[in-house]
Structures are given as structure tokens and as C-alpha cells.
């Protein structure tokens, strides 16, 4: 029995290995779709990108030049007003009360002034009574445009355009001289502003031109360029950089976002040695391996190589064994064998 047993054994692994043996040859027949890029030498442009903030590029809060009652605001927060607008008014009357006043004696002293100015020319009125009141008719002419100045400065008017970010004021209320009433913030063009480190901050300099991406939305960029490069660290032992960019959409774009600013390094140059996507490596026997396509016959060949250090973006360097322009099989590559033919499932990219 067990000389049967061990006769049918011995039967089945041969019939196991003759399968075995030609599952190669059908899979070799069998046409797989890969994908495949041409090798090339990568552009290192040694971009940076910093996470950032956006800010408005001034922020102002405007104040009435004198003091008074708030007659009419006509503004809220939120609202868009332009350079030169009115945005509150105080009450007018007290003011042209004391123009009309300082106008009434300014034309007296006016009118004496140049009547005895005839007489001094006449030599019939001395030169220091003609000083005393000349000194009187300046000091008329000087309370007049006052007057004039405070009636205009009753209108509070926007000095930039842009949103009204905070109201300090209601109607009817008395505001002394200088008293914030609005703040006003220029949207329009932004600054974006991060912070870098000592080896990076002698690579930037004013004028540098950058991109900006907004809410990490990376595949939109903006162009900016570099406001201001901060001399001397901060509390936190890094600099702060400041960019300056217009806003392309003020309606969506607003200070406080989030942001991630690129600075590009001019004198980056290209890189001497190749690397692969890490998924296009295999390993047999404990050495690294990629398929070279051959485009002649549309086979696939196993090619050893020697790897280098781990690089951005999932990239193996590839010290030894491929060269720029062949081409190698990018994925899929566990389920290949040695001379199988391939149908590409793209054109020939570069890596």
C-alpha cells in the first residue's frame, strides 16, 4: 500500500511540474498592458514652499479731524467704498455758525488794513499802528481758513479703496477730535506672509519673484513677488518674508486664509543623476530590478541596477544600470516575466 501511495505521488509532481513549466510560456504569449516613461535627467529647480498667511496690504483707522455729533453713517461692515468717498458726517451747523463768523472778521480787518495801508503810503499813519494791524488782519485770515477747513472736515472721507472691516461708531453719537470711527482694510493687493529659517534666508531677496497657492489648493498658483526680507529673526528664531501679490478674486480671496507660498531658486541647474518612481523598482535575490521595454519587439527585459538615496516625490536615485531615453515599465511590474510581450497604455512620457 504504501509502495502505491508514493508511485502517485511521484506521478503528481510530475504532472505539477510539467504544468508548472508551461505556465511561463503561456504568460510570455499572453499580451499584458503596462504602463511605460522614458527615462530622462529630472530639472532640479529646487523649489521651496513655506505655509503662509494672507493679509491686507494696509489697514487704516480713520478719524474726524474735530470733534461733533455723528449726523449720518453711511457705511456698515462689509461694505466696498472707493478713495475719496463720504462715509460719515458730523453735524454742520456749529461749523458754518463760526466760518460765517470768522469770515465777517476777516473782511473787516481786510478792509482796514488796505484803507490804512493807503494812508501809510501817504505818510499820514505811522508804520508800527499799520504793523499792529496788518498782524491782526493775518491772524483774521488764518481763523477764516481754519473755519473753512473744520466745516470740510465734518466729511469723513475714505483715504483708500477697499472694505469697511469694523465699525467703532453708531448715529447721533459725540465723538471728540481724532476718535476712531472706522477701520478700512485694502483687499485689492495682499501680502502673504511666512517664515524661514537661517540656511534658506540669504537664498531670498526683495524683488524675488514667487507663487502663491490659496487654501492649499496647489494646482492654482498666483504670482507674487517678495516685499520685504526681514534683517534680524524673530521671538521664534526665524525670518519673516513678506510677499506682495494682487488679489485674483476679492470676493473669494481674504485676509486670514491660509495660503502656501513657492520661491523657485534661479540657480538651481540639472541634475546628473537619474531616478525612478519607487513602484517601478522590484527586487529578486535581493537586488534591485527594472523592466526595459523594447519597443522593436514589444517585449519586456529584466535589467539589474544600483539604487542611491531616497528623493522627493517617492523617487529612488539610480546610481547604475539604466541610461536617459530607454524606456521602463512603471507598474504592474510583480506580474511580468522575462521576454513577455507588453502593450503600452500611454505614449512615451518622460519621467
Known sequence: MRKVLL??????????????????????????????????????????????????????????????????????????????????????????????????????????????????????????????????????KSNWKSAANALTDTELKAPFSGYIHQKLIDNHETLAPGQPALIIIDTNTLEVNFSVAESIINQLHEGQQAMVSINQQVTQRYPATIKSVAQKTGDDGLFDVRLRMQNPDPRTVKPGMTARAFIHNAEAGKSTTLSVPAEALFFKNGKANVWIYNQQNHTVALRPVSTGEIIENGRIQIVKGIHEKELIVLAGVHSLMEGQQVKPLSQNLSL
Open 7 to 140: 508511485s502517485l505521488t511521484i506521478v503528481g509532481l510530475i504532472f505539477l511540474s510539467i504544468g508548472c513549466s508551461n505556465i511561463p510560456e503561456e504568460q510570455k504569449k499572453e499580451m499584458r498592458y503596462v504602463k511605460v516613461a522614458k527615462v530622462s535627467t529630472p530639472s532640479t529647480n529646487n523649489e521651496k514652499s513655506f505655509n503662509a498667511t494672507i493679509e491686507e496690504n494696509q489697514q487704516s483707522s480713520v478719524a474726524f479731524r474735530v470733534g461733533g455729533q455723528v449726523e449720518h453713517l453711511y457705511y456698515s461692515e462689509g461694505d466696498y467704498v472707493k478713495k475719496g468717498q463720504v462715509l460719515a458726517v458730523l453735524d454742520k451747523r456749529d461749523f458754518k455758525t463760526r466760518l460765517l463768523a470768522a469770515e465777517a472778521h476777516y473782511k473787516q480787518t481786510k478792509s482796514e488794513f488796505e484803507r490804512y495801508s493807503q494812508l501809510y503810503e501817504q505818510g499820514k499813519f505811522p508804520k508800527n499802528s499799520l504793523d499792529k494791524l496788518e498782524a491782526g488782519f493775518l491772524a483774521a
